[in-house]
């Protein structure tokens, strides 16, 4: 099958301090695809994830999203990006604790612009998609852990972004629900053709993925579907 290349980033390093995160790491991500990037702690893992995203900047080598070089824009530049073509989940979903689940995902299009109206018609159409609708009306402090997640990854799909970096998506849930919210997550993505990133020491959320990437020592040890085309 032939793949489109996505996100690229070749030989990339950062350090902090003088402590190594990324050695010269070379990774390919393909339109569409569901990548797993697992390792052990402080294997670099989740640097590489904020290094795709333009969350972090790069000590050396480059990293290109569409082909074009991303690494070297000035944070505005970046951030904006990030808030046009990228999605987040994060591992406690970082939802802001004073506003509504509808006002959390309504947040990402008043930022680019859309009308009160607008957002929250279409954030509603995403809690609806993720079977937390009937908690719309309600602060992150009443939703379960599982039900905040899903009002998370409403938010990031809200904007119809390219690509969901989702770091440890299911790091603070059980067994039970973790696969409960993977399964959401994984249908949504799927449905809306969006290319998935996630950072993940469970090999049960991994396996969700089309493909993993194991990171040891800030480099990639092994890839089990980056050298196919």
Known sequence: MNRVPLLTATGITKSFGPQPALQGVDL?????????????????????????????????GEVRFHGNRID?????????????????????????????????????????G????????????????????????EVPALLSGGQAQRVAIARAMAGSPGVIFADEPTGALDTLTSEKVMTALMQV????????????????TAAFADREVIVRDGRVASDSGGDQA
């Open 189 to 204: 993505v799927r449905d809306a053709g969006t290319t998935l990133i996630i950072v993940t020491h469970d090999p049960r």
């Open 72 to 112: 070297n824009l000035p944070e505005s530049d970046r951030a904006k990006l990030r808030l046009d073509a990228f999605g987040f989940v994060f591992q406690f979903g970082q939802l802001i604790p004073d506003v509504t689940a509808l006002e959390n995902v309504a947040l990402p299009l008043l930022l680019r």
């Open 114 to 137: 859309a009308s009160r109206a607008e957002a929250e018609a279409q954030a509603l159409i995403h809690l609806e998609m993720l079977d937390v609708a009937d908690n719309s009306h």
């Open 28 to 60: 390919t991500i393909y339109a569409g695809e569901a990548v797993a990037i697992m390792g052990p702690s402080g294997s670099g893992k989740s640097t590489l994830l904020h290094a795709l995203a333009g969350v972090v900047g790069i000590d050396g």
